[in-house]
């Protein structure tokens, strides 16, 4: 459980001189942030306000207390009591909450909400505070299951002062389930430390046939390898700055540190399906993911680690949570490969919630690439852009969803990714005999080329010394001397 809590001064100050120059009776934000359990204590990194919702109208808002008729006389100062509570929509704010952690590397997470109300409204709304948290996190959840709790900071104006409650996550949350912690501000941004990684996958799922599993459009196979491959990632060891990593040092030296997992073989499913008759077809699911996480001075480095698996598995459910939205909004991308004439129907359908089963041709399904803006004192920030897209909409996602200034220079944008990930479906055979299908592969891929030209000249050179080696023995044979 979280029992202290230390806010980043120089971001908090600034987010009180906001509030207080903006005369607003109230508002509501994300606390972005780190909890962590080994050391039992929470950081915030800045507070980021919710927009106004599709409408127009704020987040947050103050329902004032009905006025007594006259009639019935005044009331004494003890009976004088302020009755007015907090209006929030409690969907939209959650809906930030996932958008925004879509944003965040490791290390970083949506730890929470704030609000800036009075003291009154603000105790008079304990109810919806709690359900408003309770939605937060589960729309922007964290990978750490032993993590049951929240932060909600209360800024209030009247009087001016800072405080902090933890909030445990329960099926039903109530009032009851907000704890006063200790918090303070001071320096916590310049305290961390950088973790970058290139990790580079190649995953072959098979398709079955309808009969055998309910879950054959591309997204829910991609959805459910997903998580089975995080569990698969727990397990990898790691290499920081080329020493193997000791769950319980801690990192001593400053700058950038290098990642680098070493992932176990692991039992193979693809193989295993060799065996078996249901299947149709494979899915390969390939590409980099690269990762920042950002790891407090006095956390293990093993957390850096933890921090690293958790951002790429994220990055991997967010890229294709980002797909799924768009096929649902009636934008989702086409598919890049052939199809036969009998399945013209289904190309209508976003190729994310084709049924892969049905398929008789290649389907390509290019993942959107990941991209980094630098945030604040050293830290990153992430964005994902669909081929067609360019940094502009990096920057009005910076200044939508986190309120910050966007780069002016874009060369400060960095794309590490030098290949996103794709998913593609073909048929069983084609995918297990190498150059089976060279010239459909060869459009989409020129090193597959290089590769059969590589093969038919190792070919010729082997025949060519066979030949030469029967000639020679067949020639020192013919001039053998006789004695």
Not at 169 to 191: E, H
Not at 255 to 276: N, R, W
Not at 421 to 428: D, K, L, Q, R
């Amino acid at each position: 459980m979280v029992k202290a809590v230390v806010g980043e001064e120089t971001r908090l100050q600034l987010a009180e001189d906001r509030l207080s120059r903006s005369s607003l009776p109230a508002q509501v934000g994300l606390v972005i942030g780190k909890l962590s359990s080994t050391l039992d204590r929470g950081f915030v990194f800045d507070l980021v306000p919710t927009p106004q919702n599709d409408a127009g109208q704020p987040a947050c808002s103050v329902m004032e207390a009905a006025k007594d008729d006259k009639r019935k006389g005044p009331k004494s100062k003890s009976q004088a009591t302020d009755t007015s509570s907090l209006i929030i929509d409690k969907d939209w704010v959650a809906e930030h909450a996932r958008q925004v952690s879509r944003m965040l590397v490791g290390g970083m997470n949506v730890v929470g909400i704030y609000v800036w109300a009075s003291e009154a409204s603000f105790k008079n709304s304990a109810l919806v505070l709690c359900q408003t948290i309770k939605g937060v996190a589960e729309a922007a959840s964290m990978l750490e299951a032993d993590l049951d709790e929240r932060l909600l900071i209360h800024i209030c104006y009247s009087p001016r002062r800072w405080t902090c409650r933890n909030c445990t996550l329960s099926s039903n949350v109530t009032s009851n389930s907000l704890r006063p912690c200790d918090f303070k501000m001071g320096r916590v941004l310049t305290s961390l430390q950088t973790f970058k990684c290139l990790y580079n996958f190649d995953l072959r799922l098979p398709i079955y046939c309808e009969s055998a599993s309910n879950s054959q459009t591309l997204s829910d196979i991609l959805r459910h390898r997903i998580s089975v491959y995080a569990k698969e990632l727990r397990s990898a060891k790691a290499l920081i700055d080329g020493n193997l990593v000791v769950d319980a040092e801690t990192c001593t030296t400053d700058g950038l540190h290098e990642v680098e997992l070493l992932q176990p073989f692991m039992k193979d499913t693809y193989i295993e399906a060799c065996s078996q008759k249901d299947i149709v077809g494979v899915l390969v699911f390939t590409g980099s993911v690269c990762s920042f996480a950002h790891l407090n001075s006095k956390e293990p480095i093993s957390q850096a680690v933890a921090d690293i698996k958790g951002d790429i598995i994220r990055s991997l459910q967010s890229r294709l949570d980002i797909l799924c939205d768009e096929a649902d909004g009636g934008l989702g991308p086409s598919n890049n490969g052939n199809r036969e004439s009998s399945n013209e129907a289904s190309s209508e359908k976003p190729v994310s919630q084709l049924v892969l089963h049905s398929l008789r041709k290649v389907c390509n399904l290019a993942f959107p690439r990941r991209v980094f803006v630098p945030w604040l004192m050293g830290t990153y920030v992430c964005d994902y852009l669909q081929p067609s897209e360019t940094f502009e909409v990096v920057k009005d996602h910076c200044v939508e969803l986190m309120s910050m200034e966007p780069p002016n220079d874009t060369s400060t944008i960095l794309e590490p990714e030098a290949e996103a990930p794709i998913a593609i479906t073909g048929s069983f055979w084609d995918l297990v005999v190498p150059f089976s299908s060279s010239i459909e592969k060869s459009k989409e891929n020129p090193k597959v080329v290089d590769a059969q030209k590589a093969v038919k000249s190792n070919n010729i050179k082997f025949i060519a010394a066979v030949f030469v080696l029967i000639l020679s023995i067949i020639f020192g044979y013919r001039v053998r001397p006789c004695y």
